[in-house]
Every structure is written in C-alpha cells, then in structure tokens.
C-alpha cells in the first residue's frame, strides 16, 4: 500500500468554500425564515423581490462553495476535510434556498 497520509498543509480550496458553505447556508435560513414569517402574516408582497435578490444571491454563494469543495476534494497533496464540509454545506444552501421556494411559491 502506497497510499500517503494527508499533509498538514492548509487546503485553500476546501477553507474558501468552507467559509462560503457557512455563509451561505446561515444567509438562505434568514432569508427563508424572513420569507415564511412573511407569507404567514401577510406582508410578503412588499418585501417579496428583495428576499428573493438575497436569497439568491447567497445560494449562488452556496453553489460556488459546492465547486471549490468538489475541486478541493481532489487535491491529493493537502487535508480535505474541510472541503468536504465545505462542499456539503454548500449544497446544503443550495437545497434550502430551493426548499423555501417551493414552500413559499406552492
């Protein structure tokens, strides 16, 4: 078995989409929160355009985190266990930002 053990190097990729998965994940549940409160109680259609520009907006956060952890995974040389959180978290708002449309829009 030639298989290397993972250097202690910092994996840059995996920490940027670490940091953009916590991000995102933390700005769609916001958003979301605001939007089904907002749908609730009725005053979603003055602030609809604007939830719907931010959450978005950190999705699309979300999806970037995806690609740079799916690029970090593959890095050999350095640890990657943070680009696979990165990457899950990523995802993660992706799905809740996709989840809240259909609550809210259905």
Same mark, same amino acid.
């Given at each position: ?10 994996? @840059?990729? /995996?920490? &940027? $989409?670490?940091? %953009? =998965?916590?991000?995102?994940?933390? #700005?769609?549940? *916001? ?21 719907? @520009?931010? /959450?978005? &907006? $950190?999705?699309? %956060? =979300?999806?970037?985190?995806?690609? #740079?952890?799916? *690029? ?21 708002? @992706? ?12």
């Amino acid at each position: 078995m030639n298989e290397h053990p993972p250097s202690s190097q910092p994996n @840059v990729l /995996g920490d &940027t $989409s670490l940091r %953009l =998965g916590i991000a995102s994940t933390a #700005l769609v549940f *916001a958003t979301g929160l605001c939007a089904l409160l907002g749908a609730r109680q009725g005053w979603l259609q003055l602030l609809a355009v604007p939830l719907f @520009v931010c /959450g978005a &907006t $950190s999705a699309f %956060l =979300g999806l970037l985190g995806f690609g #740079l952890g799916a *690029a970090g995974l593959f890095n050999k040389e350095r640890a990657r266990a943070t680009a696979a959180v990165g990457l899950a978290l990523g995802m993660l708002g @992706v799905c809740l930002f996709l989840l809240v449309l259909r609550v809210v829009g259905g």
